[in-house]
């Protein structure tokens, strides 16, 4: 254990040794998600590590990153780089902005813990179901075709976020919804992961569909950077990575070249503009 | 216990000034606050958000009805008529009032938890989407219909508030919506400045017109008469327990909280007032409804947290990350744990707030015989820094000085009439536009 967190410590040390200080952007509120994550990245490059800088939205990060001329990342999404119809996105970056997928967590189908008809495999597939989910349209597209495939009796509903569709899963409003990370109070039936999480059964070895793997994913994107293909490797190989407490997220696609998890992107973003183009 | 009592003492001054500073809401003071509540005993975090959330809630009262200025979306009734109360030269009765109402509330909300504790899930299940939207549909019709203006105004301007409460990203359709490009815009026009603006400055403006050339006349206040003005409560006793019920419940919906219950609880009492005829602007009733509910609220919103483990506000979400980043259990039978500490500190709390409320007001008394004309320049001076100081805390300061420079003349223009219904229309968008998009759903 000792070797292994020298070693990683070691391989850390040299990976940023060479690197200028870089800057970090957050874009949200302080104490969420994002900011643990990117505070992961801020320490990962220990004395290489100049400011963090906060703007208000996504937009103005990716007007940051256009002008600035120091090195700086910042934590991203696919769903920023989406755009449907040929309109842009205020938040969309050039290719060469992106460094590379960083961490990502599977959605589970749950639902509240002692509800024994919810707790029923076939009542997901069969019944006359409420399923809610996040109300984003990039994020809600996929789902709602997948859950059409999955049972077509069932209703997707969308809410604005956790806040809203936990509570109502509690109040019994519906009977399932689709987290990445499970709650005291929740159980959960099946996940989108690629592989089984907790013993849970795939989405994707009961269904033949395009979205039924459907992750939450961050990407990591950034300006200047001199070692964009190592970069986020190296934040995954530091003590801080490693020994996070909340392990909900997990790296992802990292044995993809740069290159690749680029192509990865694209195309996932593709196949949703798709699944609009079709709806519409 | 020293942990205990530190964070307690913090988190009442800070729910001092959170209450008196305009634009610095509970949720500002715990964002600000988050780098020394990581390192907090878990249970002390909670501590400090009930004590703030309480303490700001007495405070923001008293600068809105002294100054007319808010301390958050739902003192808009607290301005309207607790500000017209103070110019009358009633603003310690409306003080003390408004204080012993919020204690009455808040003391009503724990007894109501306590009966409804066993049918608590039995009450949960209520609060779907359909009696979401009827409350909302009420509540609206009510601001429209209640208000001093023509129906059609009031119409009108509970359409623009929403309207400005859509430009930004959509995430739902994917599409921005009136930008113009601006980047700053794609997070949406924030609240502060176009409450500023658009209800503080017609208001001021208006009680300019009306009592300019006069001077303030603020009577002191002795601990004496503290009996007096419970002894006095009794004629208000029907209008604290309807405000204090509907805030009890408000509090318990997700996206609804307090805000929404003091607006539903205000149109009520105003509707009362109206059928009585004895409503003119400057209401005792319908303050003590706007600031009863508040107060219940604040400690049943907390519910859904302790007893579901579910967070339904930004402050509690914030609660709950820290619990999750520094791998904390954040079981519901923890949550549960922390119950009788929650009570314990919200009576104390609002004990405490009572009794400062009383003393703050005779540290009023240097407003006495100070001509009105003075207090608006120096609050005009006060609003714009604290205009500036949201705006570099949420970084953004040129957006917030763009848009109340922008909004500035329409605020001038719109001094006859009461721009409440706007700004209801600004604050409610969200919730009605998300159970449009859900009832949609089930029912289309």
Not at chain 1, 18 to 26: F, K, P, V
Not at chain 1, 169 to 184: F, H, M, N, R
Not at chain 2, 164 to 186: I, M, P, Q, R
Request: hydrophobic share 45%.
């Amino acid at each position: 254990m000792i070797k292994k967190l020298f070693a990683t410590s070691a391989f850390s040390l040299f990976s940023f040794a060479a690197l200028a200080e870089t800057d970090t952007i957050l874009f949200s509120k302080p104490g969420g998600l994002d900011d643990r994550l990117l505070t992961i990245i801020e320490e990962s490059l220990g004395t290489n590590f100049g400011n963090r800088i906060t703007v208000e939205n996504c937009a103005a990060a990716a007007q940051y990153l256009s002008n600035t001329d120091k090195p700086t990342v910042s934590l991203w999404g696919p769903a920023f780089q989406f755009s449907e119809n040929g309109s842009s996105n205020p938040c969309a970056l050039p290719d060469e902005q992106f460094i590379g997928f960083f961490a990502a967590a599977p959605f589970h189908i749950c639902y509240k813990e002692g509800n024994k008809q919810a707790a029923n495999i076939n009542y997901l597939r069969t019944g006359d179901v409420t399923i809610g989910a996040w109300s984003n349209k990039y994020a809600l597209t996929p789902l709602t075709s997948l859950i059409a495939t999955l049972n077509p009796n069932a209703k997707v509903i969308p809410y604005k976020s956790s806040k809203n569709y936990r509570p109502a899963l509690q109040a019994g409003e519906i009977d399932y919804t689709v987290p990445t990370s499970v709650k005291d109070g929740e159980k959960c039936l099946a996940t989108l992961g690629e592989t089984s999480v907790d013993n849970l059964p795939t989405v994707s070895s009961m269904i033949d569909h395009p979205f039924s793997i459907l992750t939450y994913s961050y990407t990591i994107v950034g300006a200047n950077v001199d070692n964009p293909d190592t970069f986020v490797s190296s934040v995954h190989a530091s003590e801080e990575w490693i020994n996070r407490k909340d392990q909900t997220y997990t790296s992802f696609l990292s044995d993809l070249s740069r290159a690749e998890q680029l192509d990865w992107q694209t195309s996932i973003n593709e196949n949703i503009a798709e699944k609009i183009a079709e709806i519409n | 216990m020293i942990e205990f009592l530190l964070v307690f003492c913090c988190a009442l001054l800070l729910g001092v000034l959170s209450g008196l500073l305009p634009g610095i809401g509970g949720f500002a003071i715990m964002v600000a606050s988050y780098p020394f509540l990581i390192h907090l005993d878990p249970v002390n975090i909670i501590i400090f958000y009930i004590t703030l959330v309480s303490i700001d809630q007495f405070f923001g009262g008293i600068t809105s009805i002294v100054f007319g200025i808010p301390g958050f979306a739902a003192s808009a009734p607290t301005i309207y008529e607790g500000h017209e109360l103070f110019l009358k030269g009633r603003g310690s009765d409306a003080i003390i009032y408004s204080a012993f109402a919020s204690y009455f509330a808040s003391i009503f909300s724990v007894i109501l938890i306590f009966l409804f504790l066993p049918y608590m899930w039995v009450l949960y299940k209520m609060w779907n989407t359909n009696v979401q939207a009827i409350i909302l549909l009420f509540a609206s019709t009510a601001l429209v219909l209640f208000s001093r203006n023509n129906i059609l105004i009031s119409i009108l301007l509970f359409i623009v508030g929403n309207f400005l409460a859509h430009v930004g990203w959509d995430e739902f359709n994917n599409s921005e919506f009136y930008t113009f490009g601006f980047v700053y815009l794609y997070s949406g026009i924030p609240l502060f400045p176009l409450l500023i603006m658009l209800f503080v400055l017609p208001n001021l403006v208006n009680s300019y017109i009306s009592y300019g050339s006069s001077k303030i006349n603020f009577i002191p206040f002795y601990f004496e008469s503290y009996f007096t003005y419970i002894k006095n409560m009794k004629q208000y006793f029907g209008t604290l327990v309807r405000s204090s019920l509907l805030g009890s419940f408000g509090g318990l919906v997700p996206g609804l909280t307090y805000g929404m219950s003091t607006l539903l609880a205000y149109s009520i009492e105003r509707y009362y007032q109206i059928k009585k005829k004895v409503y003119t602007k400057g209401n005792m009733s319908c303050l003590i409804a706007a600031e009863g509910s508040n107060n219940a609220g604040a400690l049943t919103q907390l519910i859904p947290l302790l007893f579901l483990g579910i967070p339904i506000t930004g402050s509690e979400a914030l609660i709950y990350n820290i619990l999750e980043t520094r791998g904390m259990p954040v079981s519901i039978e923890w949550f549960q744990s922390t119950f009788s500490l929650v009570i314990f500190t919200f009576i104390l709390s609002a004990t405490i707030g009572v009794f400062i409320a009383g003393k703050y007001i005779n540290f009023l008394k240097f407003l006495n015989g100070m001509s009105l004309v003075k207090v608006y320049i120096f609050l005009g001076f006060l609003l714009f820094i604290m205009i500036g100081y949201t705006g570099y805390v949420n970084f953004s300061l040129e957006k917030y000085l763009i848009i109340s420079f922008l909004l500035l003349p329409i605020g001038l223009l719109l001094y006859r009439f009461d721009t409440m219904p706007l700004i209801y229309g600004f604050v409610l968008h969200d919730l009605i536009y998300q159970t449009f998009i859900r009832i949609n759903a089930f029912y289309f």
